[in-house]
Every structure is written in structure tokens, then in C-alpha cells.
């Protein structure tokens, strides 16, 4: 078995100017821009953690919680919460920042699951983790039930038509 690591371990964060180029036409960047962001976020995280190549097995759930503007800064946090044997899933918070304010809110929240693999795509272990801080300590603890959320997800019919 491998031994526990904390989950600040694995802590990333990035930051982003939102540039014209990412925007819509109501001057909010592209909620597709955000999930590449997050995407990108979480296999760096994962590979942190695991030390290896890792994959996107699903994006467990994302939540938009307000728009970002162009020439807003775009501020990307994520970390380890809970792990399986082979797989990770991967707290990501984003925020945006005024840079005439500096003042902060809370953008997206998302949870994405990623497994670490070897060189032939084989699941491989990873390590578990501990919760060091009271917010590391409720996402570790309520990890379990969206583990099961997602089982049940998988276990269900998926012909609807």
C-alpha cells in the first residue's frame, strides 16, 4: 500500500488574463474555455499526486456561479480531495479577479474524476490522501457519497432512445 501524502501535496493553481479572443459576444469568456482550463488544472494536479500519466475519466460536475469579463484575471485552484485505487477526484475552484478592485468572486466550481495509467493505459494505484485544513476536511469527508453518486451514474441504462 502507498503511504498517505497530504492533500496540499498536490495544491496547483494557475492564472489566466481572459483576452477578446476567449470571449463571447456578450463579453463573458466561453464556459468551453473554462472547461479546457479546468481540464488542463486537474491532469496536472493528478500527476502531482500520482507521480505518473494520468486521464479524464469524467467531469463529475461543473457549476457556473457568475461571468468573467474581459480583462478580468482568471484564477484556477485545485487539489486532490479523495482517491480510489487508480483514480483521484480533483477539487477545482475558480474565481476571477478585478484588476482596477482587485476584488474576487467565485466563478465555477467543478469536481473531475482522473486516473493515473502507465505506458500502456492500465490503471495504475495511487496513494491516498489526508485533509490537513477544515475545507480540505469537508471536501475529504463528503468525498465518499459523490463516489457513490458516480457509481450510480455508471450503473444506470444509457440507451434513452
Do not use: C, W
Not at 50 to 71: C, I, L, N, Q, R
Not at 120 to 146: C, D, I, M, W, Y
Amino acid at each position: 500500500m502507498l503511504q498517505e501524502v497530504p492533500m496540499s501535496h498536490s495544491r496547483t493553481i494557475q492564472t489566466h488574463l481572459v483576452l477578446p479572443p476567449d470571449t463571447n459576444h456578450m463579453n463573458t469568456i466561453f464556459g468551453g474555455k473554462i472547461l479546457a482550463y479546468i481540464d488542463e488544472i486537474a491532469a496536472i494536479t493528478s500527476m502531482k499526486h500520482a507521480k505518473m500519466e494520468t486521464v479524464t475519466a469524467s467531469f463529475d460536475s461543473v457549476d457556473f456561479y457568475a461571468p468573467v469579463h474581459s480583462g478580468e484575471i482568471l484564477e484556477l485552484e485545485a487539489v486532490v480531495s479523495n482517491t480510489g485505487r487508480s483514480s483521484m477526484e480533483i477539487y477545482i475552484r475558480v474565481q476571477a479577479r478585478d484588476i482596477e478592485t482587485n476584488d474576487t468572486k467565485l466563478t465555477t466550481e467543478s469536481f473531475v474524476t482522473m486516473v493515473a495509467v502507465n505506458e500502456k493505459g492500465e490503471p495504475q494505484p495511487v496513494a491516498p490522501v489526508f485533509p490537513e485544513t477544515n475545507e480540505e476536511r469537508h471536501l475529504f469527508e463528503s468525498g465518499p457519497a459523490r463516489r457513490a453518486h458516480r457509481k450510480a451514474k455508471r450503473d444506470m441504462p444509457h440507451s434513452f432512445f
